[in-house]
């Protein structure tokens, strides 16, 4: 592996759906209320995709606009790599439809199914790619419709979760050129907490494609330890202290975890991007939409040294550190 190659990112883009659901009105179709929403997870709306919007067509608009953001032309894309737990299809990988959609006709596309923590699966297998000489230009992108896998009946999940896609443009620099790129990344994962967190259905199993269980309470205690322990693994691998880190974009599962995670790594709230409120838990879309969120209303801003971190089924996790 050539040492001399660093993964900068050089664009960002996001899309919701149209369709814009808040607490209130989802406690008129199951028994909640926006109280208690707010209290235990602090969501307070989440986007829903219409039955004209999927995973691609929210991955496309992702996709060009952070092509834009980065001035280049789609075509002098080599790479995609696409984080999704809600695929469009069973196969071809979503990858491969976006590709068409915004005419990379050459190059490299796939689909990672790491759910939550997908986009950090997703950007260090772009960047190892990137770093061996694989591909020049990568097109990393975390889109999802947990809508579409919920059970709407269940008032333990169906109020947590909302559709959107993120995406960032990803080259390969010579690291002598600038400090920018992608410092370290550390991933894990434990099938042994496969019960916690999965869906109930699949082509290979009951031919359907099932509804998200989980086991919030347990998933929650887990978290907050997988995800201190991976970013401690990771400032020490980049050799930076916390007090050097600029902005933290988390995985937005729960403002709760945001902030016990925050707290035992000893990182201000401050410096914590939160989107969890807007746009509710994402899976791999999350990181991608807050970090595009951050950097669109001038927040996060060139130079600054940003962590990145996820958490999911499997389980997953993970986090990077990424120098912009
Ligand atoms: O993205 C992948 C990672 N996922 C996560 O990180 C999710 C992690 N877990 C969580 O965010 C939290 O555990 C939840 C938000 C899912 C739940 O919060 P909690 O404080 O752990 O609540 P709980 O599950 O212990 O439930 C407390 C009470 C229960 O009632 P009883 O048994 O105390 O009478 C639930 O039945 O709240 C009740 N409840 C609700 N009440 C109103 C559960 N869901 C609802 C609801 N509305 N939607």
Known sequence: MSVD????????GSALPKQCVTNAELAQRVDTSDEWIIERTGIRQRYLASDDETTSTLAIDAARAAIEDAGIEAASIDLIVLATATPDNTFPATATKVQHALGCNGGVAFDVAAVCSGFLYALTTADAMLRTGMAKRALVIGAETFSRILDWEDRTTCVLFGDGAGAVVLEARNASESEAGILASRLHADGAQHDL???????????????????????????????ADVLGEVIAEAGVSVAEID????HQANKRILDATAKK??????????????????????????FDAARRDGRIKPGQLVMFEAMGGGFTWGASLVRL
């Open 5 to 12: 190659i660093r993964s900068v990112i050089t664009g960002s």
């Open 197 to 227: 967190l999965y869906v109930d259905g699949g082509p290979s199993t009951t031919k359907t494609v099932g509804h998200l269980r989980m086991k919030g309470r347990e998933v929650f205690r887990h978290a907050v330890v997988n995800l």
């Open 247 to 250: 902005w933290v974009v988390p």
């Open 265 to 290: 790594l000893g990182i201000s709230d401050s410096k914590v991007v939160i989107t969890v409120d807007q746009h509710a838990n994402t899976s791999a879309a999350s990181v991608p939409l807050a």
